[in-house]
Nanobody, 125 residues
Framework: VQLVESGGGLVQAGGSLSLSCADS????????MGWFRRAPGKEREFVAA????????YYADSVKGRFTISRDNAKNAVNLQMNSLKPEDTAVYYCAADREYSGNYYYTTGVYDYWGQGTQVTVSS
């Protein structure tokens, strides 16, 4: 599995950005994929996740109602549409993939088997 991210960049507060992440190798079947982010001086935190089969979605409270995660099963890919962006959304965003069902631990970094290289999102005030 090799996760390749695209999107990100610089946007003004209130604007929108879209991130995409695809498994370029498609070597293994995946159970879920998600996004995490790390702001300067902070720990990596959960943003959103989706199960690839059922399409069940999960969101951090801080992004609920503003971000939408979706999947493209044919490509083993996920997208993250980010609307109403705030300066506090500024971070490096990482795509992650989990090969197995992890119950209610989708929000923890430890259950994910694969990670992308990260893409910068900067929201100016």
């Amino acid at each position: 599995v090799q996760l390749v991210e695209s999107g990100g960049g610089l946007v003004q507060a209130g604007g929108s950005l879209s991130l995409s992440c695809a498994d370029s190798n498609r070597t293994f079947s995946l159970y879920s994929m998600g996004w995490f982010r790390r702001a300067p001086g902070k720990e990596r935190e959960f943003v959103a996740a989706i199960t690839l089969s059922a399409g069940r979605t999960y969101y951090a409270d801080s992004v609920k109602g503003r971000f939408t995660i979706s999947r493209d099963n044919a490509k083993n890919a996920v997208n993250l549409q980010m609307n109403s962006l705030k300066p506090e959304d500024t971070a490096v965003y990482y795509c992650a993939a989990d090969r197995e069902y992890s119950g209610n631990y989708y929000y923890t970094t430890g259950v994910y088997d694969y990670w992308g290289q990260g893409t910068q999102v900067t929201v100016s005030s």
